[in-house]
C-alpha cells in the first residue's frame, strides 16, 4: 500500500496538498500519520543497510547492484521492490 493510501482516510486534500483531518480526531489522525512515516522510514533504512554496502566515501551514494545509486535512487527502487 503506498503513502498516498495510507494517508487518505486520516487526511483531507487542500489545493493538493495533504492536511491532517479538521475535525475532533485531529490529534489522533496526526498521531497515526506520524506513526505511518516512521514506520516507512525505519523500512528504507532496512532495506538499505540490508540491500547495500558502502565504504564510506561517498556519503549519500549506495552501493547496489554492483553500481553506486544516490539516496533518490535507492528510494524508488525501494519502493518499487515494495510494491509502494
Known sequence: MTLKEKFRPLVWFNSGSFNVSQN????????????????????????LSIQCETN???DG???????????NEMLEIF????GL
Open 56 to 58: 564510506g566515501d561517498k
Open 24 to 47: 475532533r480526531e485531529k490529534d489522533e489522525n496526526s498521531i497515526k500519520c506520524e506513526q505511518i512515516a516512521d514506520d516507512y522510514a525505519i523500512n528504507f533504512a532496512l532495506f
Open 61 to 71: 551514494w549506495w552501493f547496489y547492484n554492483k553500481k553506486w545509486k544516490t539516496t
Open 79 to 82: 519502493k518499487k521492490e515494495k
